[in-house]
């Protein structure tokens, strides 16, 4: 997308939700979120119900971009704002919203970038936490409202210039400490943000501690970790990481997730594709309603492909 044409769609609500429906619906056929089903009927206020289901529903239904009640111009343009790394409260005054909107739109949209990663069903499961907050279809609560959850670690993996962060399943943050004081695993601090040096097959270990880890126990080094000399991600990413305020453990792989988004894109432009996460479904964390929502969109393709 050229930066003229990007500046006449940031202008007009109706070119916007023209761009953003061919995203919702990129075959051009409609069906039903629910079930797949593609005969419809058409109600009033631009809403469908399905012939198979009777499932009632509009154009961005069980959508992120349904999240918080923005117009697509809205949407369009804090993507647009987001792809260039404002704070929140630049977004706001630039986009004319309240904070508390802003703060929930940009939280969706790093929702949506972590359920479009490779491992986005771990990340979603119990281990952070984060899986709790989609219901039906819908981003509810804010994942700081929930109290005090576990603290997942990540393992940072650079290869050919591709940035791989995975959650280190069994791994715990007392362990790492562990491993620091009884192994000499090289460990560095900024605040509650931890990384080490090299760990396994990870160029480096990390994660965001809350108020009850021990850091007095840490083990100091003179030398830098290897994770500081050795990778283009760290250089990118820790600069960054040190302008979020107030990271906690719950919302800490949100932030992994945004950071390994941009880096693997960091020769793109990342507004399109930041879109068409947004217009994606939400996952259904029900594990039946998982099940039929894997099944209709499944059909729901098969009947855009046809189309």
């Not at 490779?118 to 700081?144: C, H, I, M, Y």
């Not at 791989?164 to 399943?169: G, K, N, T, Y």
């Not at 004081?181 to 509650?192: D, I, P, Q």
């Not at 160029?203 to 994770?227: I, K």
Request: proline share 5%; charged share 25%.
């Amino acid at each position: 997308m050229t930066i003229s044409s990007r500046e006449d769609l940031l202008r007009s609500e109706d070119a916007a939700l023209a761009y953003v429906l061919r995203e919702c619906w990129p075959g051009g056929g409609r069906f039903c979120p629910r079930c797949g089903e593609s005969r419809l009927y058409d109600l009033a206020g631009g809403r469908s119900r399905c012939a198979r289901c009777k499932y009632t529903f509009q154009d961005f239904s069980g959508r992120w971009i349904n999240n918080g009640g923005l117009s697509p111009l809205t949407w369009l343009r804090l993507a647009d704002l987001f792809s260039r790394e404002p704070t929140v409260h630049q977004m706001a005054v630039e986009a004319g919203l309240s904070y508390n909107a802003t703060y929930k739109a940009v939280t969706t949209m790093r929702f949506a970038i972590l359920a479009h990663a490779t491992d986005a069903v771990q990340l979603l499961g119990p281990e952070t936490g984060l899986g709790s907050f989609l219901r039906n279809r819908k981003l509810t609560g804010d994942p700081d409202s929930g109290g005090r959850g576990t603290v997942p670690v990540f393992g940072i993996l650079e290869r050919n210039g591709w940035l791989f962060i995975d959650l280190v399943s069994g791994m715990s943050a007392e362990t790492v400490f562990h491993f620091n004081h009884s192994f000499h695993l090289k460990v560095e601090r900024a605040g509650n943000l931890i990384w080490t040096d090299r760990y396994r097959h990870y160029d480096a270990l990390v994660f965001c501690g809350d108020d009850s880890l021990p850091y007095e126990y840490l083990r100091r080094h003179d030398r830098p970790v290897a994770v500081e000399c050795g990778t283009g991600f760290w250089a990118f990413a820790e600069k960054r990481l040190k302008l979020f305020k107030g990271i906690t453990p719950r919302r800490f792989p949100l932030y992994l997730k945004e950071l390994e988004f941009r880096y693997n894109m960091r020769h793109s432009d990342i507004f399109p594709v930041l879109v068409r996460y947004l217009c994606d479904f939400v996952p259904d964390m029900n594990p039946e309603g998982a099940a039929e929502t894997a099944a209709g969109a499944a059909r729901g393709h098969a009947a855009g492909s046809r189309g």
